[in-house]
């Protein structure tokens, strides 16, 4: 009996710790599926709401936005919902106390600029909740545009942030716990119950040992027996322990060992001296076949072997078991015994046969706009220059008659005439400013130190001189200067300062500034007037050439001068950005050289 309760005094505590033990890894276990079954089912959900709220977002109107945040709450029974923007500030919450605050936690701040959906717990509060913050993203309006202007790429309108009750995931979590401690609990007693009557037979050394021999038979590597004897029983028992001890920890390694090879997602493979395959992982025989792999040089599942030696990430052609071709990344190097002789090699296979295919798909479809562009632009000023000689046919016939036979012609004959000619000349303009934008995007860029400030100041003294009565303050900031094709940057700086000169001329008195600031990380040119503005629920129509957001009658043009400034800007790697509101100005901004760092 003795013995039997220094046995149970060990064995009840290890078995109470292992059953701790085990319900700790099983909560976790299970609370990781449950929790991340609401994480993922959250982000889902967020990522849609996002999709909805991008229009409300982009015209920074709540009223747009609040109903997708509401209808996202209760689909998802969320505790609440909202929209940032860019800055962190609160455009639209379910709580409408919240909007116009700024967010100021951290772990916001930090998924503000965070290009994929950003998950975390919180604990404060009245109940523990899961935060999920997802991009805004706004997509470029590509209805009826031109395809060279849907090139700048998505833009980031805010965050939508929504909140979610841990407390049922963590309910349903303590539920199951408690049905597995109850079956722990069972097997924890069944289990005690039958070694105390194993343990009531062993009253001798012997019976200990043989009954330590049947449990390593069994596969309970690292028991021990009783070994108190300084006889030779007491030393075959210690030679038992010692042996049980080394069995538990070869078998532990190489179980662990195993797992982790099996469950790599890259292939691995493991050669012998003679470099024959004699180790796959899984991954490896999924690929390329398991038995038929064992055995068979090396050399076989390569379309052509990389070099010997040590290798690493040598792009090489495989052979699969299907009689397909995979594309991957192999690195290898060579396996050593304690003599450092070559015992064999291991090598490892990334597969990467779907991203190269995904390069060709890209670089095709680059290639293919390239040609369609340069198509579009050989057209342009075909088309452009064969207009001209019938249009000086129409004016000149037109004047001729005006000349010679105006005597002929009553006033509304003549009338027409004159009609006819300003009608030539409006179409002169616009064939001129079509070859100018397609002049734009050819030919090389003569990339030099291009003094901006001065530039500006030049442009300005030339609007002057044109209308000397204007009363204009025009605000140059001093030292600005960029790398650039001069020619260029002039006619983009132009047509943005020109604009601003012609939009403020219904104003008794205007003020046009050109200076820099810094816009999300770079430096950010911009060009700002205080005259007609504009409605910035048309802002995506502005780049398109020809088209005008004021009529004629009020401001004359022909709607190309954006657009070319808008080429002028992509052919210097940045992009043009504008706000507005109506009356009350205009700024636009302008970045060089986005891809650089």
């Not at 923007?85 to 609160?90: N, S």
């Amino acid at each position: 009996m003795r013995l039997l309760c220094k046995f149970l005094a060990v064995l009840l505590p290890a078995t109470l710790i292992g059953a701790a033990l085990v319900l700790v890894l099983i909560r976790r276990a299970v609370e990781a599926v449950v929790v991340g079954g609401v994480e993922r089912n959250a982000v889902v959900l967020a990522r849609a709401a996002a999709l909805d709220a991008a229009a409300g977002m982009a015209s920074r109107q709540e009223v747009k936005v609040l109903p997708h945040l509401q209808a996202l709450t209760q689909v998802k029974a969320a505790l609440y919902a909202a929209a940032l923007d860019t800055e962190g500030r609160i455009i639209a919450h379910t709580t409408i106390t919240e909007k116009g605050k700024l967010d100021e936690d951290p772990l916001t701040r930090d998924a503000l600029s965070a290009e994929a959906p950003r998950t975390w717990r919180s604990l404060s509060g009245p109940q523990p909740k899961l935060i999920v913050a997802v991009p805004i993203w706004a997509a470029p309006d590509a209805a009826g545009g031109d395809a060279f202007l849907l090139s700048l790429g998505r833009k980031r309108l805010g965050t939508l942030k929504l909140a979610v009750p841990l407390a049922p995931a963590l309910k349903t979590v303590t539920d199951i716990l408690h049905a597995v401690a109850m079956i722990v609990a069972v097997v924890a007693v069944l289990t005690l119950g039958l070694v105390v009557i194993i343990l009531r037979g062993m009253l001798a050394p012997i019976q200990d040992l043989m009954s330590g021999l049947k449990r390593i038979g069994a596969g309970q590597y690292g028991m021990a027996v009783r070994a108190d004897s300084r006889d030779e029983l007491g030393d075959l028992a210690r030679s038992f322990n010692a042996m049980s001890g080394e069995l538990a920890r070869t078998t532990v390694s190489k179980d662990y060992f195993e797992s982790v090879v099996d469950n790599m997602y890259d292939l691995l493979v493991v050669s012998d001296a003679e470099g024959r395959i004699r180790t796959v992982n899984h991954a490896a025989a999924e690929a390329l076949g398991d038995g038929d792999l064992i055995g068979r040089p090396l050399v076989d599942i390569f379309e052509a072997p990389p070099e010997s030696g040590v290798v690493r990430d040598a792009e090489v052609v495989l052979r699969t078991k299907d009689g397909g071709r995979m594309t991957a990344l192999f690195s290898a190097s060579p396996l050593l015994d304690r003599d450092g002789r070559p015992r064999g090699r291991i090598g490892v296979a990334k597969d990467i046969t779907e991203r190269k295919r995904a390069e060709k798909a890209l670089l095709a479809a680059k290639l293919a706009a390239e040609s369609s562009a340069k198509e579009l632009e050989a057209f342009s000023y075909s088309v452009a220059h064969d207009l001209r000689a019938p249009l000086r046919a129409v004016d000149g016939f037109s004047q001729i008659l005006l000349d010679k036979y105006a005597g002929r012609l009553d006033e509304a004959g003549r009338d027409y005439l004159r009609r006819v000619r300003e009608a030539s000349g409006k179409m002169s303009g616009l064939i001129d400013d079509l070859l100018d934008l397609s002049r734009i995007t050819r030919g090389p860029l003569k990339l030099a130190t291009v003094d901006l400030s001065a530039l500006a100041r030049e442009i300005g003294e030339e609007l002057r001189k044109a209308e000397p009565r204007r009363a204009v303050d025009f605000s140059v900031a001093t030292g600005l200067t960029a790398r650039g094709d001069a020619g260029l940057l002039r006619i983009a700086i132009g047509n943005l300062l020109g604009n601003s000169w012609k939009y403020t001329s219904r104003h008794a008195r205007a003020r046009i500034e050109f200076g820099a600031r810094p816009l999300e990380g770079r430096t950010a040119y911009f060009v700002r007037d205080d005259g007609a503005g504009f409605d910035m629920a048309f802002v995506g129509r502005l780049f398109q050439p020809f088209t005008r957001l004021h009529a004629t009658a009020d401001f004359e043009g022909t709607g190309i001068g954006l657009a070319l400034v808008e080429r002028v800007i992509a052919r210097h790697g940045g992009r043009v950005r504008c706000e507005g509101e109506v009356e009350r100005g205009a700024v636009f901004y302008f970045t060089l050289w986005e891809d650089e760092p």
